[in-house]
């Protein structure tokens, strides 16, 4: 970690924005994160907002340099960040987290932590990605919507944390498992990833194309597609389906 830059920001409309900002400015270092207490338009997947509520909580990017790194690996970062907060999550509570496909945390059937990836290119050559994750920590108020959908690290541990420190703690591991992926050993982040799938080898149900189906989910594969049986058709990409849960 030496060198690398952790910048604290009491308020911001995203960090995954002023990560983007550091890099186009020309001001960013590979390992460099930022972290925000609050950000007023935290960004989910596909557009979706992240809420939290000030200070209690994890709104972490960092600025990951890709070069020398294939544009086509794209699923093996997801599974890398994935992974390393998954590593941390895991470590405070118990073996009851997995990994919801595609990069979720989820504690039971509830969601712990969401993770947004957003990359930059020149051309066809991978220059940056920006690994932002949102973790509830302490919150223990949820809006009406997610109440049943969302926990908190504090919810279920009943321990409150240093959203800081705790910050700094998936940093390290981001950065030590981002070495695992250049350095080559991405079949192995990818088995540890299905090792830890949420409901893998169970039944559940999809809405696919407005219609429910009862699936089994079996794994990921290396271009991210989660294979299913019993469903219409063998795989799925992201954002074909969605979880009924």
């Not at 709104?59 to 941390?88: H, N, P, R």
Request: proline share 1%; hydrophobic share 40%; with cysteine.
């Amino acid at each position: 970690m030496t060198g690398k830059t952790f910048t604290i920001l009491n308020e911001t409309d995203s960090s995954n924005n002023y990560a983007s900002n550091l890099i186009l400015s020309g001001n960013a270092i590979h390992g460099d994160a930022v972290f925000a207490k609050h950000q007023t338009k935290g960004k989910g997947q596909r557009g979706k907002l992240w809420n939290d509520e000030s200070g209690k909580n994890i709104a972490l990017s960092v600025m990951l340099e890709m070069a020398g790194i294939q544009s086509d690996k794209q699923f093996g970062l997801i599974a890398t960040v994935a992974l390393s907060v998954f590593d941390i999550i895991k470590k405070y509570t118990s073996d009851e987290a997995k990994i919801k496909w595609p990069n979720d945390i989820y504690w039971r059937d509830r969601k712990a932590v969401g993770i947004l990836i957003e990359n930059k290119f020149s051309g066809q050559f991978w220059q940056w990605a920006i690994a932002g994750m949102g973790v509830n920590v302490n919150q223990t108020q949820f809006d009406d919507a997610l109440k049943a959908k969302a926990v908190s690290l504090k919810q279920i541990t009943g321990k409150e944390f240093d959203c800081i420190e705790l910050a700094k703690e998936m940093h390290g591991r981001l950065l030590e498992r981002f070495d695992q992926l250049k350095n080559s050993n991405s079949e192995e982040i990818l088995k540890e990833y299905n090792y830890n799938l949420y409901k893998k080898e169970e039944e559940v149900q999809i809405i696919y194309k407005n219609e429910k189906y009862k699936t089994v989910v079996r794994q990921a594969d290396e271009s991210g597609n989660l294979w299913m049986d019993n469903a219409p058709q063998p795989y799925f990409t992201f954002g074909e389906i969605e979880w009924v849960l």
